[in-house]
């Protein structure tokens, strides 16, 4: 039985009646792993996962109930889980051990989840391509010239290429969306506060969340109800009520007003996805949708915005890692100073230390109020021009990415790279949910992603919109 084929609302079921056990599918998928190595998706398959399948399979014969019970499930290399490795694809941390689990990996397995592996990144989740790992490129699960987007690339692929039914990622400026849209599956940035982000290695901590990567839109919703509420270990959690999520898809959109941002279409013109972008729209306008003219006049300084604000917050949180308190230590150090600077220098890859380099200028004395404090100025103006939008309409639709997938290696200027991040970033910037799922072809016949925005907490409008799509919507 081909069980990358089905969905995890569907193996739930199968589990639940013991058509298939937890043990077969996770030897299953970690067969599908070793298939598929040269991928490069996943890191490690933790040496306890047939063991916790065993368990999750005698607690379905107890007639015990989990959400999760029995279903495989892989992890970003940087969400801790308590005794197993978790290095953020850094040779700086290539020895460090989680000695606690973030909530995320908690609630996981409180719902029986086995999780089975952790999965590649961009280091540090540093990079839009994962190109950026110390453990070699990971390649897209479509086309293995291609990338697969970053910085969870290696959940993505993971997804894509039938080695789990559903991953974790994270996302601080994209790096979940981009990712599936290159992958062509479903992946959700929530509301900022909507996860915990407690036992994450933190990149920039007020833009990040994690989010579930799943194939399916119903999937997503599921898991999105299970990892979400608050945790009284992060004050940056939110204590608004979780909702059951699939409850909120309605199988109609009639009457929804859909937000279609001027400055987006402007952006999008000549590009790839702009002919596609717009058929859709078109449809959803012929299938009982509103389509509403709305402006976000500063949708330009989203880019730069965050490309001051997210280097700032890393520099701060990367300063832990120093050779002393945490990280691998130089052995060519000589005294204390040397230990800081080898360590660091040597630990660190290029694109980290780009980063660190250009958050140190930010915050340095003589530019903070000209980058940094200008930066959180502008944010705030973006974020009063966003609740101006949500009082018009619903929801706000935009590309997910320019284009599909691009080349390995095709990229090697950081500004071009940082491009790529052109209409995903200002989801973090505003704190919205944002979805991605496929849509349309690219010129390569690979995939294209749309992505659904909403006012902060109503993903259950995101979730019956997408739905309706990938219902109805015939692309392929």
Same mark, same amino acid.
């Given at each position: 039985?081909?069980? /990358?084929?089905?969905?995890?609302? @569907?193996?739930?079921?199968?589990?639940?009646?013991?058509?298939?056990?937890?043990?077969?599918?996770?030897?299953?998928?970690?067969?599908?792993?070793?298939?598929?190595?040269?991928?490069?998706?996943?890191?490690?398959?933790?040496?306890?996962?047939?063991?916790?399948?065993?368990?999750?399979?005698?607690? $379905?014969?107890?007639?015990?109930?989990?959400?999760?019970?029995?279903?495989? $499930? $892989?992890?970003?290399? *940087?969400?801790?889980?308590?005794?197993?490795?978790?290095?953020?694809?850094?040779?700086?941390?290539?020895?460090?051990?989680?000695?606690?689990?973030?909530?995320?990996?908690?609630?996981?397995?409180?719902?029986?989840?086995?999780?089975?592996?952790?999965?590649?990144?961009?280091?540090?989740?540093?990079?839009?391509?994962?190109?950026?790992?110390?453990?070699?490129?990971?390649?897209?699960?479509?086309?293995?010239?291609?990338?697969?987007?970053?910085?969870?690339?290696?959940?993505?692929?993971?997804?894509?290429?039938?080695?789990?039914?559903?991953?974790?990622?994270?996302?601080?400026?994209?790096?979940?969306?981009?990712?599936? =849209?290159?992958?062509?599956?479903?992946?959700?940035?929530?509301?900022?506060?909507? #996860? =915990?982000?407690?036992?994450?290695?933190?990149?920039?901590?007020?833009?990040?969340?994690?989010?579930?990567?799943?194939?399916?839109?119903?999937?997503?919703?599921?898991?999105? @109800?299970?990892?979400?509420?608050?945790?009284?270990?992060?004050?940056?959690?939110?204590?608004?009520?979780? #909702?059951?999520?699939?409850?909120?898809?309605?199988?109609?959109?009639?009457?929804?007003?859909?937000?279609?941002?001027?400055?987006?279409?402007?952006?999008?013109?000549?590009?790839?996805?702009?002919?596609?972008?717009?058929?859709?729209?078109?449809?959803?306008?012929?299938?009982?949708?509103?389509? $509403?003219?709305?402006?976000?006049?500063?949708?330009?300084?989203?880019?730069?915005?965050?490309?001051?604000?997210?280097?700032?917050?890393?520099?701060?949180?990367?300063?832990?890692?120093?050779?002393?308190?945490? =990280?691998?230590?130089?052995?060519?150090?000589? *005294?204390?100073?040397?230990?800081?600077?080898?360590?660091?220098?040597?630990?660190?890859?290029? /694109?980290?230390?780009?980063?660190?380099?250009?958050?140190?200028?930010?915050?340095?004395?003589?530019?903070?109020?000209?980058?940094?404090?200008?930066?959180?100025?502008?944010?705030?103006?973006?974020?009063?021009?966003?609740? /101006?939008?949500?009082?018009?309409?619903?929801?706000?639709?935009?590309?997910?990415?320019?284009?599909?997938?691009?080349?390995?290696?095709?990229?090697?200027?950081?500004? =071009?790279?940082?491009?790529?991040?052109?209409?995903?970033?200002?989801?973090?910037?505003?704190?919205?949910?944002?979805?991605?799922?496929?849509?349309?072809?690219?010129?390569? *016949?690979?995939?294209?992603?749309?992505?659904?925005?909403? *006012?902060?907490?109503?993903?259950?409008?995101?979730?019956?919109?997408?739905?309706?799509? @990938?219902?109805?919507?015939?692309?392929?």
């Amino acid at each position: 039985m081909e069980f /990358e084929k089905y969905s995890v609302l @569907e193996l739930v079921d199968m589990l639940k009646s013991k058509e298939v056990t937890s043990e077969q599918l996770t030897k299953y998928f970690i067969s599908k792993i070793e298939e598929k190595k040269s991928l490069n998706a996943v890191l490690e398959v933790f040496d306890d996962a047939i063991t916790l399948a065993k368990e999750a399979d005698k607690k $379905i014969s107890a007639g015990e109930n989990g959400k999760l019970l029995g279903i495989p $499930i $892989i992890i970003k290399d *940087n969400i801790l889980y308590k005794g197993k490795k978790c290095t953020c694809s850094s040779k700086f941390l290539k020895d460090y051990v989680a000695q606690y689990n973030a909530t995320v990996v908690d609630k996981i397995l409180k719902e029986g989840g086995v999780i089975i592996g952790r999965a590649n990144m961009d280091e540090f989740a540093m990079g839009g391509s994962t190109e950026n790992s110390a453990y070699g490129i990971t390649h897209n699960a479509l086309d293995y010239d291609r990338v697969p987007g970053g910085s969870s690339g290696g959940s993505a692929v993971a997804v894509a290429g039938g080695l789990c039914p559903v991953s974790l990622g994270t996302d601080t400026g994209g790096s979940v969306r981009q990712p599936c =849209s290159y992958n062509g599956i479903v992946g959700i940035k929530p509301t900022y506060g909507r #996860i =915990s982000r407690y036992g994450v290695v933190a990149f920039a901590s007020s833009l990040e969340q994690v989010g579930p990567m799943t194939k399916t839109v119903k999937d997503n919703a599921y898991m999105l @109800e299970i990892l979400s509420g608050k945790s009284t270990n992060d004050e940056t959690s939110s204590e608004m009520p979780v #909702i059951d999520y699939l409850s909120q898809i309605k199988g109609n959109i009639d009457g929804l007003k859909i937000g279609v941002c001027k400055e987006v279409l402007e952006v999008m013109k000549g590009l790839e996805v702009e002919t596609p972008f717009l058929k859709i729209l078109d449809w959803l306008k012929n299938n009982g949708a509103n389509l $509403i003219d709305v402006s976000l006049p500063n949708f330009d300084l989203c880019l730069p915005c965050y490309y001051i604000i997210a280097p700032a917050e890393a520099t701060s949180n990367l300063g832990r890692f120093d050779g002393i308190k945490y =990280s691998a230590r130089s052995d060519k150090a000589e *005294n204390v100073d040397q230990i800081y600077t080898k360590s660091r220098s040597e630990g660190f890859g290029k /694109e980290v230390k780009r980063r660190i380099m250009l958050g140190n200028f930010v915050l340095s004395s003589g530019y903070f109020d000209a980058y940094y404090n200008k930066a959180k100025k502008i944010q705030i103006k973006l974020k009063e021009q966003a609740k /101006e939008i949500f009082k018009k309409c619903d929801i706000l639709l935009f590309p997910t990415t320019a284009s599909e997938a691009f080349k390995l290696g095709s990229k090697t200027d950081p500004v =071009s790279m940082y491009k790529e991040d052109l209409f995903t970033i200002s989801a973090n910037i505003l704190g919205i949910p944002s979805l991605t799922l496929p849509f349309a072809s690219g010129e390569n *016949n690979l995939p294209l992603g749309i992505q659904i925005m909403a *006012n902060n907490f109503e993903e259950g409008k995101i979730y019956n919109l997408a739905d309706y799509i @990938e219902t109805n919507w015939r692309w392929k």
